[in-house]
């Protein structure tokens, strides 16, 4: 039975893991409670947040989610003094993320690329990094289940599918979503040097309703949120969960993770925005909070039984932090290419992710941006002082014949890439989490001898009459590796179900543990680990 | 449902944009939008109102909406100590060229404060914001003329154009006619 006080699964967080372990856990006769530390709030409202934003700040998904004093995240107007994340490091591990009903899944693109095999064993076959305590051919299933669970559309040509290497047992729910004008040409270009311009898989229904939800019209907004809920975002299944009978506290900010004398997990604890303690109890719990806020959470949490932090005898919590360190092109061609027609991300060069020189640097995966123009060459056009017919022809000039190339490439597992506690506190009091980070010379050469070189060809062979590079490596909000995964508990936080090695009754899935970053965006491994997670719970609770 | 000012014969019509986004959360969210919570109007007496719109015209040879010129007008006057002088300065200058579109009369405004006013109207116009910064003063968002510039072939974002994979279709040279707005 759940009460607001107790139920068999306590789940801490609302995003997209959270909300797919729930739903399996309900499925099998099991009471969950989620708590979740910010607000509840209609898509209408975010929709309007964002539309009423200036013209000049648009591309700040910040401006559309703002945050709560109790439970506060990133917000592109914070001073690095009074930021909530505090950051040190030769690179900055700038994030965002959203702390609401729903989780940051909101203003996801919906790009779904799965891990390759090679992906997952780094160090058997480049030496470097760690391998996975699982294989491809174990994830594979998660996989095909994440696909349907979403609704991934993909292609079904073998041919462009990925990843090329390991099995794919089962076809995507819904066919590829088709190519605007530009992405055509950008794959024509890049088939011209040799590349495959490949459909992205993506959380977003092409051409048919799924799930209850409508197909994707092209709104050209999936980031920062989709208007019509075409985009699979969690909160999409909140009022599902509900009618299957979870209770969902929100504005409830979880600050300690209590253990007892057997060292299992007995309860959470969790502020209201009055500021108010609450305790929890269940029979096991899931954090779910995403890969900066478990480990937060987790040392946050430290008893006499745990002195460095809840599940944390390896000392790893924490440790890891990783993402996608991108480095943007922005190109002025001669010829058109119209971004903004159809989805903001509908394709990427994802072979380039792949090779042998990965012994030696970084791979890449290069993308061309979809995102309508408008917003970043308006300004550019009118302080040229244009007027009248020359202005009208300056900014559509601008806005076709611009365009953003991205490389987006993968990081090693660092411990010295650190989550810690800051001295600095929040409204609540709380320690805000410290990074330090750098990105390292496995990423660095990587941009020195290969990504960027490719991406000047692509450039060129675009037709390009100027290249701007951005001066730095800007994150990807792939928040990966603090709760990392491994078979030995020594140097490991979590086993291959996402248990704590340390508590059984502890679960924490998603991208914190993630053993190796690739180069696609995380969201379908984390939600196939999740689902996996949720197997192994449902198993443990009828043991239970 | 996001309702465009005018056509091009003059008549009040929905967007296209309007009517395929339909749905009742949109419904409601572009209500909303239409409001402009951002702004709250004061009092601009009816005179200053029409002279700003006057040298709009003036300045963008575009259907301009009168809602959004009231916001952004609304604006300048808590900018401008002497925005009806400024407005009927450069009135003067247009009109002493017979000017029928800006490109008759602009290099005639001196450079300075009326030119730099000048510049302002028309980037609030065309950006649909006071400026670029963050705090920025929103007038509107989907009639910023921005998007006009390339209606016939860009989403503005949030509101989409086409429709289920409907977006397939050969690209538009840049010797494509502007559309007309």
Not at chain 1, 96 to 117: E, K, M, N, Q, V
Request: contains cysteine; aromatic residues 8%; proline residues 6%.
């Amino acid at each position: 039975m759940v009460t607001k006080n107790s139920a068999d699964v306590v789940i801490v967080g609302t995003g997209v893991v959270g909300v797919v372990i729930a739903e399996q856990l309900l499925d099998a006769g099991h009471s969950v409670l989620m708590i979740e530390a910010g607000p509840r709030v209609t898509r209408a409202e975010v929709v309007e947040n964002w539309r009423n934003a200036p013209l000049g700040v648009k591309g700040d998904t910040s401006v559309a989610y703002p945050s709560r004093p109790w439970a506060p995240h990133p917000m592109g107007n914070e001073k690095p003094e009074d930021a909530y994340l505090q950051l040190s490091g030769p690179d900055s591990y700038a994030q965002t993320f959203i702390r609401y009903a729903g989780g940051s899944t909101w203003h996801w693109a919906g790009t779904s690329w799965r891990l390759t095999p090679e992906d997952m064993r780094l160090k058997s076959l480049y030496g470097v990094g760690r391998d996975w305590a699982i294989d491809y051919d174990t994830l594979e299933s998660y996989y095909v289940r994440t696909e349907n669970k979403l609704g991934i559309c993909g292609p079904s040509d073998r041919g462009l599918q990925w990843p090329q290497t390991g099995a794919r047992s089962a076809p995507y729910p819904m066919p590829a979503l088709p190519f605007s004008p530009g992405e055509t040409r950008f794959t024509e270009i890049a088939k011209s040097l040799g590349y495959n311009n490949i459909p992205v898989a993506q959380a977003r229904n092409s051409g048919m309703p799924y799930d209850g939800r409508p197909a994707c019209c092209g709104n050209n907004n999936c980031v920062p949120v989709c208007p019509v809920a075409a985009k699979y975002d969690a909160e999409t299944a909140l009022h599902r969960l509900e009618k299957k009978g979870a209770t969902l506290l929100v504005d409830s900010v979880v600050y300690k993770v209590e253990t007892n004398a057997q060292n299992k997990i007995e309860a959470v604890s969790y502020y209201d925005q009055h500021k108010e303690s609450h305790r929890i109890t269940g029979k096991l719990f899931v954090l779910a909070c995403n890969g900066l806020e478990n480990p937060k959470l987790l040392l946050m949490s430290k008893d006499d039984r745990n002195p460095n932090g809840v599940a944390n005898s390896s000392d790893q919590v924490g440790r890891n932090m990783m993402d996608h360190p991108q480095l943007t092109l922005t190109v002025t061609t001669k010829e058109p290419f119209w971004s903004g027609v159809g989805p903001v991300v509908n394709s990427g060069i994802m072979e380039t992710s792949q090779g042998s020189f990965r012994s030696e640097h970084a791979g890449a995966y290069f993308r061309y941006n979809n995102f309508a123009r408008n917003r970043f060459v308006t300004f550019a056009a009118l302080k040229k002082g244009l007027v009248g017919k020359a202005l009208d022809e300056e900014i559509r000039r601008m806005t076709a014949c611009t365009a953003d190339v991205v490389a987006a490439h993968e990081v090693l597992p660092d411990p010295n890439n650190r989550l810690t506690l800051s001295d600095k506190t929040d409204w609540l009091g709380l320690p805000k989490p410290h990074i330090h980070y750098d990105v390292g010379e496995y990423t660095r050469r990587s941009a020195e001898v290969y990504s960027l070189p490719i991406g000047k060809r692509i450039a060129e062979a675009m037709g390009a009459t100027d290249v701007k590079i951005s001066p730095k490596f800007n994150q990807s909000k792939h928040i990966m590796g603090g709760t990392i995964m491994g078979n030995e508990a020594s140097n490991s936080v979590v086993d291959v179900d996402c248990r704590s090695h340390d508590h059984e009754n502890l679960f924490i899935p998603g991208g914190g543990a993630m053993a190796s970053t690739a180069c696609g965006n995380s969201t379908i491994t984390m939600v196939a680990l999740a689902i996996k997670s949720a197997d192994a719970i449902v198993e443990q609770m009828r043991g239970a | 449902m996001t309702r465009q000012p005018k056509d091009l014969n003059g008549t009040l019509m929905m967007s296209r944009r309007g009517i395929l986004l339909g749905g009742a959360t949109l419904f409601a969210g572009s209500i909303a939008a239409s409001l402009c919570p951002t702004l709250a109007l004061a009092a601009v007496d009816a005179g200053t109102q029409g002279q700003f719109m006057k040298l709009s015209n003036l300045l963008i040879q575009h259907q301009l909406n009168p809602a959004v010129g009231a916001r952004i007008v609304d604006m300048a006057s808590g900018e401008y100590k002497n925005l009806a002088q400024m407005l009927d300065a450069i009135i003067a200058i247009a009109e002493k060229k017979n000017a029928a579109q800006v490109e008759d009369f602009f290099a005639d405004i001196p450079d300075g404060e009326l030119k730099d006013f000048a510049h302002w109207v028309i980037s609030a116009w065309y950006s649909g914001c006071s400026s670029e910064k963050r705090n920025a003063a929103v007038f509107t968002y989907e009639e910023a003329l921005t998007f006009r510039t390339t209606s016939d072939v860009v989403t503005i974002p949030s509101y989409g154009l086409s429709g289920p994979n409907l977006w397939t279709r050969p690209n538009v040279p840049l010797s494509a006619p502007m559309p007309r707005f």
